[in-house]
């Protein structure tokens, strides 16, 4: 069975500092792995996917996410924050193609200080 | 505008009284699911359909119903709600190369 560990519930950085989500996976096969987008009173926006090939992936409003298998992870990260980036983050796994596996993180909440 | 549309946003209702949330999609996708969202527990699936009359139970289907009778419409249905059904549900699809979900705006249902 795959699962989805986000570390830390609530993240908080000053605008313009590194954003760090992390995200850890089980999965018994090569996965599919994604970062979803929350704003308030919306539904989940696709942020970036790795499906395969190249293992850092790049996404939508500058974020990024490297896949390391030997370490299970799939952390989302962000040079420089911007005010606009709170928003509550969900990681999510995939053991196949097929749409009927997706299993979600508990999510991340990111707050932005100005 | 490619979108799934969710019906309604809000709804109140009381314990036992039957209730149908619409879900309809243009883009004319294979899969659909309904998810289930709870404060510190992310996103659960309920129920997934990957084509019309084919669907199957997700992680939380106890008291759901769901059909999937034309490509674009897969409307969750709660025969006799209960409080712990209090959530936020949102309805999502994606294509055969699984790009991806794409999700409807939620619909915030508080059982009383």
């Known amino acids: 069975a795959q699962s989805v560990t986000q570390l830390g519930s609530h993240v908080s950085v000053s605008e313009g500092a590194l954003v760090l989500l992390r995200c850890n996976y089980s999965?018994?096969?090569?996965?599919?792995l994604f970062w979803y987008v929350q704003y308030p009173n919306q539904g989940l926006q696709l942020l970036l996917k790795y499906t395969t090939g190249a293992t850092l992936v790049k996404g939508i409003n500058g974020f990024e996410a490297e896949f390391k298998k030997s370490e299970t992870s799939f952390h989302l990260t962000k040079p420089s924050a911007h005010m606009s980036d709170a928003a509550e983050y969900f990681c999510?796994?995939?053991?196949?193609?097929?749409?009927?596996?997706?299993?979600f993180g508990g999510g991340t909440r990111l707050m932005v200080k100005p | 505008e490619a979108q799934v549309t969710q019906n309604p946003r809000y709804l109140i209702t009381v314990t036992g009284k039957k209730l149908t949330v619409t879900c309809s999609q243009n883009?004319?996708?294979?899969?659909m699911s309904w998810y289930r969202q709870d404060p510190g527990l992310g996103l659960r699936q309920i129920y997934y359909?990957?084509?019309?009359?084919?669907?199957d139970k997700g992680d939380v289907p106890e008291g759901y119903k769901v059909s999937r009778k034309e490509k674009r419409n897969f409307p969750l249905i709660l025969e006799s709600p209960s409080p712990n059904q209090t959530s936020l549900y949102f309805c999502?699809?994606?294509?055969?190369?699984?790009?991806?979900?794409?999700f409807g705006s939620g619909t915030r249902l508080t059982v009383v």
């Open positions: 999510a796994v995939s053991e196949n193609n097929a749409g009927n596996m997706l299993t």
């Open positions: 999502a699809s994606t294509d055969r190369g699984f790009n991806g979900y794409t």
């Open positions: 999965s018994s096969v090569p996965p599919y």
């Open positions: 883009m004319n996708h294979e899969y």
């Open positions: 359909s990957m084509n019309v009359e084919v669907t």
